[in-house]
DNA sequence: TGGATAGCCGAGCGGATTGCTCGGAATTGC
DNA sequence: GCAATTCCGAGCAATCCGCTCGGCTATCCA
């Protein structure tokens, strides 16, 4: 019952390109580096984000990624979505699919029910969430450790 | 995001149990042979639910297990926590810890009120269902099954 | 009393997944 | 043309998953 580091390292570094929405492509360096994580394994995940379109790319010098969308646009479940795959804690679970068989039980698997709701709470929660206000959580919560300095 | 089959497993024999509170206990091979399970696998399981309590043992032949309480007072939420562990999405988010290290960010991770919201949403439901009306679901599906005789 | 029927326990193991790294191309700004 | 970047594919060590197996112990029943 894990997000991968997919899921979470995307994420994370996507709300860092959402605090920087409309200043330009940002290279993946300076998200690493912000974000205390690999560049080349954040490479991985923004080739599938690039592919969903939620970031837009420009390559050569001066280049970078930006959001394919303003951050109001995308929701967490977008993003965990394309990096983690199904948001199903089961495979009999996920959307669309009437497999039964996966059960092990050849009628009808008694659990099956409670992975549906399961999936259905996940996806309100992550679905009503978006990056800008993610952004606006963390400029408060660092407006609090404000209180530190002096 | 995904729940493994001990999880998964455990509940489906859990469920087993349920519909066989009262009547003594039963052994694993006739649970794994009723769910399509292994015996073998489920024993490894048996052990962690017997030490949660979850369940009761009787040893020898005409033993087996059969519930620790009656069903109304076991959820998905307690079998699921002994056979999976925390329901946390992601270690930061585990209830009672606060670390913050763990995120690579120094200070705050910016994802984590996504991964505690998620927590607490997916505890909400496991531990709202119990096996008593897991049961009950069970046995009007069924019912509806009858249709197909004769 | 002895055999059959169970639970109990620990070790092990093959395959899949995770979490990266690396090297080298292609593209673009200066 | 050179430096900065994205793009792409391969590979790889470690860990986890999903089981299996062998042998022990406890208990019932004939």
């Not at 998200?31 to 599938?48: H, N, P, R, V």
């Not at 709701?117 to 992550?126: A, G, H, N, Q």
């Not at 206000?133 to 300095?149: F, K, P, T, V």
């Amino acid at each position: 019952m894990n997000i991968s580091t997919r899921g979470r390292y995307g994420l994370m570094a996507m709300t860092e390109l959402a605090m920087r929405y409309g200043q330009g492509p940002v290279p993946l360096k300076t998200i690493a580096e912000s974000q205390g994580l690999s560049d080349s394994y954040l490479e991985q995940l923004f080739a599938a984000l690039r592919k969903a379109s939620l970031v837009r790319s420009v390559r050569g010098a001066q280049g970078g990624y930006e959001l394919g969308k303003p951050p109001e646009a995308i929701s967490v479940g977008d993003v965990l979505r394309v990096l983690e795959g199904p948001l199903a804690p089961a495979e009999c679970a996920i959307e669309g699919k009437d497999d039964f068989t996966h059960c092990g039980n050849p009628d009808r698997c008694m659990a099956r029910s409670v992975w549906v709701r399961l999936r259905e709470s996940i996806e309100k929660v992550v679905d009503s969430i978006n990056l800008a206000s993610l952004c606006e959580e963390a400029r408060n919560q660092s407006g609090q450790g404000l209180m530190y300095y002096i």
